[in-house]
Structure formats: structure tokens, C-alpha cells
């Protein structure tokens, strides 16, 4: 297999080739740069401090090495990154009368520009913290920006050193001229820090920040409340190891050995940074050029009819099932039918699963008005999403607050599927309507992340909607799902049993076929399986994002198989599975659960199947179809790892998303008949 490590450095190149690719808009490939760097933080901080973890328990002789390789290919990727922003973006900006300053460019027309601006507006926000026997090295905050400086007693010629925290509720970029130059907030600084320190000579100033080990540690077993043993432990993510030092390439020698001896880094986690330091915040120049015609076109996400009205939601439903393409059409029916479910009489109970929201969440707000409603809200907040553990436990709060019953799952799992039940009073009985997406209740990451939303009155699957969450909730063992496919409980199986269903048909002659869109495949045992259906005649297209350490193309073993990586506008998050089903009627699926161990084993995932003809159609018509014929936006990926272009002129070949959006516009377009 494909290493798991050097796959994802992998797919991040393919990120930083948009931001390469003239075809794609000017500040579009500003904001893939930024995208590059974000993921490499978390790279460095989960998956890099992960490996150094095991390298000090001496775990496996061959760590280091590998470690080392990995932190050699990330060093090329970031030289490439910033290459990209020296040689390739601030020219293509300059083009465009768009000027992006380095400290070095700055000339006195603009240091008298800058001058009152730095006085008012930065120099009071700035504390300088000495570093000598008194004052020692003081604890840097995981991924904030610093300036190490140098500095000299004309006295008595003694060199001193002080570290000056960059603010980071301070904007990164500094506007010279409105919407035509700028500048960084570190070159500003650099440019006047000797006033910070009056009375002696400055020698020097380089921009530095240190990424930390990010990952949370927490004994469920032994937390008495696990709500306050997470705050606990994200309180000592700024104290954990450090695993990398980006710094200013020209900081001298003598200058960083101290660091890296104050810090306690290794010289192999050292990345010389010839740029910007901190990539992630160049995303704030694209709100600052006010440039529309530089990005994507604007376009407005489709409301199906069946959605247009929000109180005939559940008499919609009941009708038939309605599927949702995000973000080409609306993430909002989502929020308006739990919006209606909260101000609905006849509703009794919602029951809904939150991994990530938006800052403003109107999913919260609604299930807390859904609670002063007086109807029964039992809201499963997973307190470990990564990142987003200080937000979730936020909404935790709010929610108790409001009168909800909040819960937290089960011990040792995460609670990643996205399930929200409506439980309604109607003639005859109660009657349970449901949603299921593969991606979070987030209005925001909707609009930028395809995904897809299933509202369903079917009994079949709403039923065993109640039972995950009784599973949920009331941590009941063993439970057996017919329609749903439920990690940790029987996901990996069923998926096992499909793809052998599949090799058992190929093998008696009969069709045999799978699909499946993901964004990871790392898992063993699907990939033994996919390599055993291969072998027996199995035709497989697989559509996986990110990380895939599966070899295709291996002659006898996987030469069967297709895989490919699509890129592009949107960030392709929907998992979709397709498998002809011996000869039969094919099972399509859909759900929030990749191919890797901990979405199959250490997790609460849930897939879930479409049965209605109409929907399914359109799944092999609208969606497959697109994704085999326009091929744009697509990479293969080869036998000796590499990608290369499906198509030869890449995007200005047809792609899938952007014939997506046509679709999307001509529904639009389409008037309403009665």
C-alpha cells in the first residue's frame, strides 16, 4: 500500500497546483495557497506529532527515517509554495495593478505612510518580552507569529534578545494604498521595532512561529466530566511539544541554534521561509483588493420546489423523499425544516447529532428555540471534533441553558454521522421525519463543501434513526441495523460483504461492478477486498479525494481499478457507493463514513441507503454520469504514485462541478408549472 503520510503530502500538492493553475481565477489561487499552509498545520500537528511521538518511544527502529522523509518532502512542498507566491502570484497580481510589498520594498514614501499607522494603531498592541537571567524564554502560543529580535547595549556592547508576540486580532494585511498596494503586519512591525526598544541598537528582526502538538489526551475512563477534562486539556495544547519552527530564511546560524535550544527543536524541524511565514492569513488581501471579475462567479444554490415553502415541509416529505446537492442546490431547506420542527405544534421531539457548526449557528438557535417551545431536544454534541472543541462545548452549554438534553456518546467514539429525527403528533400516531447528509450542520462549510442531505418519512429508515440515537443516548449494546450501515457495529462488515458480493458475481461470470467517492482510503481490509474483486474481474471506480494507499494498476492484482482525485472550486466531502449488487438491483449509499480504520472502527458513522427510483436515477444519471464524463477538474493516480490530468488541457476541459452548476442554473431558470 500507498504510505498514509505521503499520500495526503500528495494531495496537498495537487492544492498548491490550482494555486499554480492559470486557468483558475487570480484570488481563488491566493486563497489555495492559504489552504496549502492550513493544511499543513494540522499536518504538523496531528499527523508529524504523531510520528515524533512514536520515534521518543523508540516503538519502531525505522521512525526516524521516516520521519525524516516525511519532513523532507513537506520542506519541498513549502519551497514550492513559496515559489509559487515569489514567481508566480505577486507578478500575476502586479498585472492586475494589485502591489504586494516585501519589507525590503518598502520606500520612504511608504515609511512615512506607515509611520503614524504603526504609532496608533500597532505600537500600543505590542509588548516586548526580554529573554535574559531574569526574564526567561517565555511559552509561545501553537502557531502564533513572533518576531525574534537582536539587539545591542551601546553601553556596554552586550547583544540581548527579546521575542514580539504579532497580535493576532491585528489584520496580517496592511493596506498602503486602498485596494491597489500592500503590505504584511510583520514587515510594518520590522520596519519600526527599534521603537520599542529606544536605548539600545538593533541588530536584526526575523518573523518566526512554532507549531505544536495539537492532538487531545483524554482518559474518558477517568474523567469525572468529560466536558471539563477537554477544556482542561485544550488549555495545555499551547504547552505541547513542539514539532516545527517556520522562520525567516535569512536569520543567522548563531541566531537559530538559540532558538532552537530555547524551544527544544530538533535543526531537522526547521523550515527557512523565503515569503510570507504565515500563509494561511494572505486570504485577508482577497476582501481588501475588492476585485470581483479575479474570483469565481457568484451564483445563487437552487431551491427545489418541493422546498420553497417551508410549512408544507413534512407534507413534501411524506409525499416522497427529497434529496439535496450541495452546494448547487441550498443547504437552507435543511435549516428551515428544523426551523419548522421547532415552531411546529404537532411536533414533540428533535433529536439531532452536532460534529461542526458555523459560529453563528442557526441550527443551535432553532433547537433552542425548538426547547423554549416546550417539546423534548436531545442534541448529541461531539465535544472532540478536532478543532472545534471550545465552539462545541459553547453550544453545549447554550443548549442545557435553553432546556435541551445534551449528551456526549459513547466512551471511546467519536460521533461523526449526521442524523437529525422529528418526531410528530399526526392523525393516527406519531410519526418520525427525518435528515441524513454526509456532511456537518454548517450553513457556511455548505456552500463550499459538495455534500448531500436525505429528508425522509420512510419508516424503514427513520425507525432505525430512533435506534441509533436510543443507541446514542441510552448506550445500548449490540444493536442490529437492517437498512443502515452503522459503525462501529456492522458498517465495515456490510461494506466487506458488498465488494465479496460483487467478486462472487464476477467470478460466475455475471456483471460486477463498484463505485465509490470518498475522500480517504486507507483502510487494510477494504483494500485487500478491493484488490481481491480486482483479481476476480471486479471493474472499480473509485473517486478519492485525499489520502489513498491503494496501488492501481498493479498487474494481477489491482489492474481492475481506477482511481481518481477531483479538485476544484468545491471541496469534494460527499461519500457516495455504488455497487451493482451481483447482476441485480444495484445498492446505492450515501453517508458520512471514508475507507479508514477510525471511521469504521472508532467511530459512530452511519450510511444509508436511497430507495426510491426517482432518486436513484438521478444519482446514476445526474451525479455518476458527470463525474465519468467530465473530467476536468480530475487526476488519475498511477501505480508508482504519481497523478497526471485526466484530461490534457485540465480545467479548460468540460469539469464535473462546473457542469454541476449549469445543472443547478437551469433548474433556477426553469419557470414553476402548476
Known amino acids: 500500500m500507498f504510505n ?46 504523531g510520528i515524533m511521538q512514536q520515534e521518543e518511544s523508540a516503538s519502531h527502529p525505522a521512525t526516524r527515517e521516516f520521519l525524516l522523509n516525511v519532513i523532507k518532502h513537506a520542506r519541498e ?31 520612504n514614501a511608504d515609511r512615512d505612510k506607515l509611520s503614524p499607522h504603526f504609532d496608533r494603531e500597532i505600537l500600543p498592541a505590542l509588548t516586548p518580552l526580554a529573554i535574559d537571567p531574569s526574564h526567561p524564554f517565555p511559552v509561545l502560543t501553537n502557531k502564533g507569529l513572533y518576531l525574534l529580535v537582536l539587539l545591542r547595549d551601546p553601553q556596554t556592547g552586550q547583544l540581548r534578545r527579546a521575542v514580539v508576540p504579532v497580535p493576532r486580532i491585528l489584520p496580517r494585511v496592511v493596506v498602503l494604498e486602498p485596494r491597489k498596494v500592500f503590505t504584511l503586519l510583520s514587515h510594518v512591525i520590522q520596519t519600526f521595532i527599534h521603537r520599542l ?9 526575523w518573523a518566526f512561529r512554532i507549531t505544536r502538538n495539537s492532538d487531545l489526551y483524554v482518559d474518558e475512563e477517568e474523567a469525572g466530566n468529560l466536558l471539563e477534562a477537554i477544556e482542561e486539556e485544550i488549555r495545555n495544547l499551547r504547552k505541547g511539544a ?19 535550544d530555547s524551544i527544544g527543536l530538533n535543526a531537522e524541524n526547521t523550515f527557512l521561509i523565503q515569503g510570507p511565514v504565515n500563509m494561511v492569513r494572505l486570504s485577508e488581501l482577497i476582501e481588501k483588493v475588492n476585485h470581483p471579475e479575479l474570483l469565481y462567479p457568484n451564483f445563487t444554490p437552487h431551491v427545489p420546489v418541493s422546498c420553497s415553502e417551508p410549512s408544507k415541509f413534512f407534507e413534501n416529505i411524506r409525499r416522497e423523499d427529497i434529496l439535496l446537492h450541495h452546494p448547487y442546490e441550498s443547504f437552507m431547506p435543511v435549516v428551515d425544516f428544523i426551523r419548522q420542527s421547532a415552531r411546529d405544534n404537532a411536533v414533540v421531539a428533535i433529536k439531532l447529532t452536532l460534529y461542526r457548526t458555523s459560529g453563528d449557528s442557526p441550527v443551535v438557535e432553532a433547537l433552542k428555540e425548538a426547547a423554549r417551545n416546550g417539546k423534548q431536544v436531545t442534541a448529541l454534541v461531539e465535544l472532540r471534533a478536532r478543532f472545534d472543541e471550545l465552539n462545541n462545548i459553547e453550544w453545549a452549554r447554550q443548549l442545557e441553558e435553553a432546556g435541551a438534553h445534551v ?9 461523526h454521522c449526521k442524523a437529525c429525527l422529528v418526531v410528530r403528533q399526526e392523525e393516527g400516531g406519531l410519526r418520525r421525519y427525518a435528515h441524513l447528509g454526509t456532511g456537518n450542520y454548517n450553513p457556511k462549510t455548505a456552500r463550499i463543501y459538495t455534500d448531500f442531505s436525505l429528508l425522509t418519512a420512510n419508516e424503514k429508515i427513520t425507525s432505525e434513526i430512533g435506534l441509533l440515537f436510543n443507541v446514542l443516548t441510552g448506550n445500548l449494546a449490540n444493536p442490529h441495523f437492517q437498512h443502515l450501515l452503522v459503525a462501529p457495529f456492522d458498517l ?27 475522500n480517504s482510503l486507507v483502510d487494510p481490509e477494504i483494500i485487500e477486498a478491493l484488490y481481491t474483486a480486482s483479481q476476480a474481474g471486479v471493474q472499480i471506480e473509485l473517486i478519492v479525494r485525499g489520502i489513498c494507499c491503494l496501488i492501481p494498476g498493479l498487474p494481477g492484482k489491482s489492474d481492475h481499478i481506477r482511481v481518481r482525485s477531483f479538485l476544484g472550486r468545491f471541496l469534494e466531502h460527499s461519500r457516495l457507493f455504488w455497487f451493482e449488487n451481483a447482476g441485480g438491483e444495484p445498492i446505492i449509499l450515501l453517508g458520512s463514513a471514508d475507507w479508514m480504520p477510525r471511521n469504521l472502527h472508532r467511530r459512530v458513522e452511519c450510511i444509508f441507503p436511497l430507495y426510491q427510483a426517482k432518486l436513484r436515477q438521478r444519482i446514476e444519471k445526474e451525479i455518476l454520469s458527470v463525474y465519468q464524463d467530465r473530467q476536468g477538474d480530475a487526476q488519475s493516480l498511477h501505480a508508482d ?5 485526466c484530461e490534457p488541457l485540465g480545467r479548460l476541459s468540460p469539469c464535473a462541478q462546473d457542469s454541476f452548476l449549469q445543472l443547478a442554473r437551469r433548474a433556477t431558470e426553469t419557470p414553476i408549472s402548476d
Open 4 to 49: 498514509r503520510e505521503l499520500s495526503w503530502l500528495n494531495f496537498n500538492h495537487r492544492v498548491l497546483e490550482l494555486a499554480q493553475d492559470e486557468s483558475v481565477p487570480l484570488l481563488e489561487r491566493v486563497r489555495f495557497l492559504s489552504i496549502v499552509s492550513s493544511n499543513l498545520d494540522e499536518f504538523f500537528e496531528i499527523r508529524v506529532a
Open 242 to 260: 513542539p514539532v516545527r519552527l517556520e522562520i525567516e530564511a535569512d536569520v543567522p546560524s548563531t541566531e537559530l541554534t538559540w532558538l532552537l
Open 77 to 107: 512542498l513549502v519551497e514550492e509554495q513559496q515559489s509559487c507566491w515569489r514567481e508566480k502570484i505577486i507578478p500575476a497580481l502586479a498585472q492586475n495593478d494589485i502591489i504586494v510589498k516585501s519589507r525590503p520594498q518598502l520606500d
Open 641 to 645: 504514485g504519481t497523478y497526471t490530468r
Open 197 to 205: 526598544f529606544p536605548s539600545l541598537e538593533l541588530q536584526g528582526s
Open 407 to 415: 449528551v456526549y456518546g459513547l466512551s471511546g467514539l467519536k460521533t
Open 492 to 518: 465495515s462488515n456490510k461494506m466487506l460483504q458488498l465488494i465479496q458480493a460483487e467478486t462472487k458475481a464476477a467470478q460466475a461470470g455475471r456483471p460486477a461492478k463498484i463505485f465509490a467517492k470518498i
